[in-house]
């Protein structure tokens, strides 16, 4: 949901100037800037993203929720440390060929992807060519909604989870 299978990414990190520029914020993470930047201004820069990622959608209550858990040191360190692990020095460690490749290539088992069609944190084109990753991928791009599309239209996504899990 709202970040399709790796090997899709990857072709978009390649081929989709849109989508490079709606990553911005994962290139700005590898630098140590983004360790002062982030927590200033009460993590003003989260409430950027969130409204860049799910433009209208109104999430007070989950980004103040976000915030306690990021004023955290150890919190933030964490977070900014999955996007460094993602784009950084160790994504392309030898030692991890053997684990990217499975997480890149043709998905073996039935898979459902879900993606809000306004989600300005990767577009929609994007998770279209997620269909490509196995001949069983069923991807839904749900209308009205961003990248936290499971806040945004819960009903919507629970309504497509029990109908692809029960076969409906």
Same mark, same amino acid.
């Given at each position: 949901?709202? *970040? ?6 990857? *072709? ?24 002062? *930047? ?71 088992q039935p898979t459902l992807y879900l993606h809000g069609r306004n ?22 791009? *749900? ?26």
């Amino acid at each position: 949901m709202a *970040v399709p299978p790796g090997g899709a990414m990857n *072709v978009a990190f390649v081929t989709n100037l849109a989508q490079i520029k709606r990553s911005w914020y994962m290139f700005f993470f590898q630098h140590p800037l983004a360790d002062m *930047v982030v927590p200033a201004n009460d993590l003003a820069f989260i409430d950027l993203l969130w409204a860049d990622w799910s433009p209208g959608f109104s999430a007070a209550g989950d980004i103040a929720n976000v915030k306690d858990c990021l004023r955290e040191p150890a919190h933030l360190a964490a977070a900014l440390g999955y996007y460094r692990a993602t784009l950084g020095a160790g994504a392309r460690s030898p030692e991890y060929d053997a684990i990217q490749a499975a997480g890149s290539g043709p998905l073996p088992q039935p898979t459902l992807y879900l993606h809000g069609r306004n989600d300005g944190c990767i577009g929609a084109e994007v998770a279209e060519s997620a269909r490509a990753m196995c001949d069983w991928a069923r991807v839904e791009i *749900v209308e009205d909604a961003g990248h936290f599309l499971q806040l945004e239209q819960p009903e919507k996504v629970n309504e497509l989870v029990v109908g692809f899990l029960t076969g409906a």
